[in-house]
Each structure stands twice: as C-alpha cells, then as structure tokens.
C-alpha cells in the first residue's frame, strides 16, 4: 500500500513510502541479521573472550560506534521506502501505560536473568562488564557507557523490534513476529552460553513492542538494563 507520509527520520513527506513491509525487506533484514551472526560468533572463536578491561579501553569505544552506525545506516537503506509507523518509529499512544508495561518487562528480565544465570553463568561469557571502578581510566569507560546505554539499544531495536518485526509480521505472520526476532537478536550477539538469556530479553522486547506499537520503549528499557547491569558490575566489584 503506497500512502503519502513521513519518512524514517527527516519527517518529510514522501508519496513513495510503504506502510505495509514487503518480502523483499524480510529478505534483506535476514541477510543483514545472517551476516552479523556470522560475524560476531566467528570474532569470539577466532579472539576468545573479551578482555575484561574493555569498557575502559578508547579503542573499545570507537570500535562499537563505527559498528553501530553502519549497521544503522545498512538497516535505514534496506527499509528506506517504509513509513516511520511500518518500523514503530512513533510515539506509543499511552505514555503512561507504556512505561508501566516497561518496567513490568524490566522486572521480568532480570528475574529471568537471574534464574537462568544459576545454571548458565551467562554474564561472563561476553567478558564486558567490569570487574570495578578504575577512576584513572574515566574518560574512555563514559565513551564506552555512551555506546552501551545509548547508542547499542537504539540502533539494536530499530534493527530487531523495528524494522525486523515489522518485516516478520507482515511478511509471514504476526505471530512469528516476536519469537523471530527475539533468536535473531540472540544469535547478533554471537554468545553461546547466554543465548537462552538473550532469546528471553528479545522475548519481552517483542511483546513491549506489540503492546506498545513502538519501538521508543523497547529502546528505554533496553537502555535502562543494559545501565543497570553496568552500574551493578563497577558497584560490585569495588566492594
């Protein structure tokens, strides 16, 4: 269906957008999600785990920041035609209600998490978190909460729950949506052990998705835990 309405960012009119995602999007978000799978699982076999000062690192940062916006600017391209509410760029209708759907999934997630971390020890399979504070090193550690906290969940749910969901949804079906979505954005993270984990945050990810119609807060949430779990590493491991 073509319709005259804005665009992804700039919020011009563009008589050419597509309110309803078409296959060839799926196509090209599979590819996208395919590559990046490939990428980071063959990076973790080839490097071992990451060290364990890396969020202390400059080199960490500028790393994460060249990654994220290409895989933004690749994901923008590959649904350059569709509307801002094809891929849920669009304020949720209740305010209100939605940050209470978000911390009810903040809730959900870490008493997963922790539930599934008994069994797993997931959080140290990816080798970020920090084993304390080191205020010698400040600077380069706020460049990397900056990509973490900020930058990461924005780019990574315009790319799962935006323009993945909405091209799973209207591609094979609504119902395929979330759980679709919710493995793709495990296996981006190329971790084995913590995959189950991961799987479970895309999970009520995709549901704050659908209950919401948007993406902004999936992306809050997303920041918030990703906050969380950084603050509790740095506190942790001073005391």
């Known amino acids: 269906m073509r319709v005259p309405t804005r665009s992804w960012f700039d919020g011009s ?12 999007v799926l196509v090209g978000w599979a590819s996208l999600v395919g ?25 960490t940062a500028v790393a994460g920041l060249v990654q ?16 801002r ?13 939605a940050a209470a759907l ?6 959900a997630i870490f008493a997963l998490g922790h539930a599934l971390d008994q069994f797993l020890e997931a959080g140290k399979e990816q080798g970020l978190l920090p084993d304390g504070w080191d205020g010698s090193r400040a ?18 749910e315009t ?24 493995i793709a954005f495990g296996l981006a993270h190329g971790l084995v052990i913590a995959l189950p984990v991961l799987t479970a945050f895309g999970l009520i990810l995709g549901w704050l998705r659908r209950r919401t119609g948007s993406i902004y807060p999936c992306v809050v949430l997303h920041s918030v ?14 005391s």
């Open 225 to 238: 835990f990703n906050g969380l779990a950084l603050l509790a590493a740095v506190a942790l491991g001073a």
């Open 13 to 24: 009119v563009q008589p050419q957008r597509l309110s309803v995602v078409p296959r060839t």
């Open 139 to 156: 600077a380069p550690f706020v460049a990397n909460v900056v990509v973490v906290v900020l930058l990461a969940p924005f780019v990574e």
């Open 102 to 107: 978000a911390l009810i999934g903040l809730g």
């Open 159 to 182: 790319v799962f729950r935006g323009l993945g969901y909405g091209a799973v949804r209207d591609g094979i079906g609504a119902g395929w949506a979330i759980p679709v979505t919710a």
């Open 85 to 97: 509410g094809a891929v849920g760029l669009v304020r949720p209708d209740s305010v209100r209600r």
């Open 35 to 59: 590559v990046l799978a490939v990428v980071t699982y063959s990076a973790k076999a080839l490097g071992g785990e990451g060290a364990q000062d890396a969020l202390y690192q400059w080199e």
């Open 68 to 83: 994220y916006v290409v895989v933004l600017g690749i994901a923008v391209a590959i649904g350059r035609r569709l509307t």
